[in-house]
Each structure stands twice: as C-alpha cells, then as structure tokens.
C-alpha cells in the first residue's frame, strides 16, 4: 500500500529544465484521489500536482510552476494524498526532463 510519506530524493548532477510527469499504480485508489509532489529545494515545482483519480491507474498531469533546475539542486517525491477506503498499491513516478548543459 501507498502511504504519505517521502518516497525518495536525489540531487540534479546537471542543468535542465522539467518537462512534465509519467505515473502509473498497480491497484488503483478507491475513496480518493492519490496526488503527488516533486519539491526542488523545499518547494513544490507545480501549481496544480499530478494525481490518480479514484479507480484509475493511470495519472493525470501535474501543471508546472517551476521548469528550470541547476546542478545541486535537491529533488525530493512525495505522496500527499492517498485512496481513503484503498489507498493504491505499487505506485512508479518519473519526471521527463531535457538536459540544458
């Protein structure tokens, strides 16, 4: 089962810029939307965070606020919001990204 929680963070070794998201989760969430958050340096990188809607597998996009990124910045993904009856089981997220360096 999914949890909100930290689920892992890296440090950018280039510059570029975040194009967008690609998720999916093996059980869908029942009972409520899962939303995920990319934060860069502490701070969400979306104005709108990408989710998965009640009893669907796959994600809906996330609207950007922040694009650009820097060699040291600190990338960190999290989970927000889970299912309330099943949170979702077996969630991947990966963000597209163009190399700007």
């Known amino acids: ?3 909100v929680a930290t689920y892992g963070e890296l440090v950018m070794a280039r510059a570029g810029t975040f ?3 690609v998720n ?3 059980t869908a969430p029942t ?5 995920v958050d990319v934060l860069k340096n502490g ?3 979306y104005s709108t965070k990408p989710s998965i809607a009640v009893n669907s597998t796959t994600g809906t996009p996330g609207v950007l606020s922040t694009t650009a990124f820097v060699s040291g910045d600190r ?3 999290k989970l927000t919001q889970i299912g309330s009856a099943e949170p979702g089981e077996g969630l991947r997220f990966t963000l597209k990204c163009k190399l700007t360096e």
């Open 1 to 3: 089962d999914v949890a």
């Open 19 to 21: 194009l967008g998201e």
């Open 24 to 26: 999916y989760i093996d």
């Open 31 to 35: 009972g409520a939307t899962v939303i």
């Open 43 to 45: 701070s969400t990188i």
């Open 75 to 77: 990338i960190t993904f």
